[in-house]
């Protein structure tokens, strides 16, 4: 009973500390896969857009 009570507690700590670095590690992959895509994006127009005159 005690063992099963200490993996308890210590699954729900650790699952307290996991969850925001998971979200904030997602919220910064979504962000990253944004600026790529717009960076993309400008590359793709600047390249097709032929030389400036």
């Known amino acids: 009973m005690a063992f099963t009570d200490f993996v308890l507690a ?20 979504v962000k990253r896969r944004g600026v790529a895509t717009a960076a993309a994006a400008v590359t793709a127009r600047a390249v097709g857009s032929g030389p400036v005159k």
Do not use: K, Q
């Open 10 to 29: 210590l699954s729900g700590l650790l699952g307290s500390f996991f969850l925001p670095f998971a979200g904030l590690y997602w919220m910064l992959r």
